[in-house]
């Protein structure tokens, strides 16, 4: 049920970048990783942005929001700065061109579904068409070259489901809790995603016995990893790409 990399830099680069952008995205590449995890919310016109936070003021100077900004208005603003003087200038990239440098330099993708309050269904539903058209050359078959959809909001995953069904999905839940099972089984994802703060070895058992993925955010000490990795955990994603890295 996991047939993709064990180590994922988190966000493209870690700490290493500015995270969600095309940048984060080289910096990953050039840390010897071809696996990513990113997050992608709506803009005002609907169109997918990689992006975490909701409003501005951390990533993003000044005041304002994604779902407040159009695309246009997004592509054009510094995503970098905040991080380095060296990433000044670094642009919000849509989804689409993210997708285009990772499929050019063979990156495998974990695409956290991220939507702004309110907006979940339309944002699962629109991440998910965008990426089928995406990846329409890629057989079903060939899972492992396909992205994994994942996101916290169960209800952009059931409209991801709807809209694409093809594409796998796993569920993001902080702690793993007694009804996990139904609801991995009514979401029909391929995988468990956990924080890995507060998974035991009995959990992990249960889940892989059960014959799903399991994945763990975010793990930044090289010595948990592999306590998680023991345990049975699949993968997990990770800051620390100068610690931990691509074939740990």
């Not at 670094?90 to 990156?107: G, K, N, Q, S, T």
């Not at 016995?209 to 994603?237: H, I, K, M, S």
Request: hydrophobic share 45%; net charge negative.
């Amino acid at each position: 049920m996991w047939p993709y990399p064990k180590v994922l830099a988190h966000r493209g680069g870690g700490i290493l970048a500015p995270e969600n952008t095309i940048a984060a995205l080289r910096c990953g590449l050039a840390q010897g990783f071809h696996a990513v995890e990113f997050d992608v919310m709506l803009s005002k016109d609907a169109v997918p942005v990689l992006m975490h936070d909701y409003e501005f003021g951390r990533t993003l100077a000044g005041t304002g929001s994604v779902a407040g900004s159009t695309a246009e208005a997004l592509t054009a603003m510094d995503a970098g700065s905040w991080f380095g003087a060296e990433f000044s200038g670094e642009p919000v990239p849509l989804f689409e061109d993210a997708v285009a440098f990772c499929r050019h330099h063979d990156i495998w993708m974990n695409v956290e579904i991220k939507p702004v309050p309110g907006m979940e269904a339309l944002t699962g539903e629109v991440v998910a068409a965008c990426c089928a058209s995406l990846f329409a050359d890629v057989a079903v078959s060939d899972a492992g070259h396909l992205p994994l959809l994942s996101s916290f909001s169960v209800t952009a995953l059931k409209a991801a489901k709807s809209a694409a069904p093809v594409l796998p999905r796993g569920w993001l839940t902080e702690r793993i809790t007694p009804d996990w099972k139904s609801q991995c089984q009514e979401l029909g994802v391929r995988a468990l995603h956990t924080n890995h703060e507060s998974l035991t070895p009995e959990l992990v058992r249960q889940v892989k016995d059960a014959g799903y993925g399991l994945f763990c955010y975010t793990v930044n000490d090289p010595q948990r990893a592999l306590e998680l990795l023991r345990w049975g955990v699949d993968a997990f994603c990770t800051d620390r790409l100068d610690l931990i890295p691509a074939d740990f």
